[in-house]
């Protein structure tokens, strides 16, 4: 029985926060955003995470008028943001009704899916954004933090699945952010939870290892149903799997995703000229781009990285980041 692969396109955030540390303005997007909405990608990842904190340090945006231009752009395609659950989008814990409220805004100014995660998987830090997301209608999916570990087990996360479910969340999504998923692991966490639940799952993995596109090809064998990706110039190293890669890995089977390979080359044309401005800038450094197996001991994420690197610099020390 064919099913079809449904894919999130990250070009718009994940992608550019741990490639370049979230740096990629407005106006690098806006051109390139009525094709990306032609193409029938199940969500476009663009909203949340670090996005709202640079567009205001950093990029002198609005990161409301942000999300209002995308949704203008993209009537046809579902946006969808990262929410650290009672954090938000910032670094502290916010009251019920801020968070309340800010769930709100959001949905109005055109957000469709909420990613809501805690990194600690604690259940009580998600309960009122899963609650506020549906109150305005949008699909809440709740995210498994995954880590490794003595205590951090299948049956540990299959737990955490069916808490996730009965919480009231429209789907689930393994978070890999660290790069720590392997293959086979992936096959056999997807497969158990699928059975423990009926809601669907989505896979978020990081190219830091090297391992990302045979995660997604085993937790597509095991039943999967939405996968992470990004468009290939901003694809790899920290980042994610390559969109075109993937839709050509599966086309052609049961799990085809009916993307067009064709139109997409020519959204990767337009990335392809932005990847080569942001390494001139400096923005983007070649260390983000390149494997390094060496994540699955260090474990720091992919998001955290380029991050990481960009302050590094700011202070003279970019030479010790393996140091540190």
Not at 55 to 84: A, G, H, S
Not at 167 to 192: F, N, R, W
């Amino acid at each position: 029985m064919s099913k079809k692969i449904l894919i999130t396109e990250t070009v718009l955030r994940d992608a550019h926060q741990s490639l370049l540390a979230t740096r990629m303005p407005l106006s690098d997007m806006v051109p390139i955003l009525e094709q990306m909405d032609k193409i029938g990608f199940y969500s476009l990842e663009c909203w949340g995470g670090a996005t709202f904190d640079a567009c205001l340090r950093f990029l002198n945006e609005d990161p409301w008028e942000r999300l209002r231009t995308i949704r203008k752009m993209c009537p046809n395609t579902k946006l969808q943001m990262l929410f650290r659950g009672q954090n938000m989008l910032g670094y502290r814990h916010y009251a019920d009704d801020v968070l309340e409220y800010f769930v709100q805004r959001s949905v109005a100014n055109g957000i469709d899916i909420i990613r809501i995660f805690d990194a600690l998987n604690d259940i009580k830090n998600l309960e009122v954004a899963i609650k506020a997301a549906k109150k305005e209608g949008a699909h809440a999916q709740v995210a498994i933090s995954y880590t490794t570990g003595p205590v951090f087990t299948n049956e540990y996360y299959v737990n955490y699945a069916k808490t996730i479910e009965n919480a009231g969340a429209d789907s689930i999504c393994i978070k890999d952010m660290a790069a720590l998923l392997t293959p086979y692991e992936t096959y056999e966490l997807v497969k158990e939870i699928k059975a423990a639940v009926k809601i669907p799952v989505q896979i978020h993995t990081h190219y830091t290892s090297g391992l990302a596109s045979m995660c997604l090809l085993k937790g597509i064998e095991a039943g999967a149903d939405m996968i992470d990706t990004a468009m290939s110039p901003l694809a790899l190293g920290t980042s994610h799997a390559p969109t075109e890669s993937m839709v050509a890995a599966l086309q052609g089977t049961e799990y085809d995703t009916g993307l067009d390979l064709m139109a997409l080359s020519e959204i990767r044309e337009y990335f392809m000229t932005l990847r080569e401005k942001y390494i001139k800038e400096g923005l983007l450094d070649p260390k983000m781009l390149a494997t390094d197996a060496k994540a699955l001991i260090y474990q720091v994420p992919g998001g955290m990285l380029s991050n990481l690197l960009s302050q590094l610099k700011q202070a003279g020390k970019a030479d010790q980041l393996t140091a540190v």
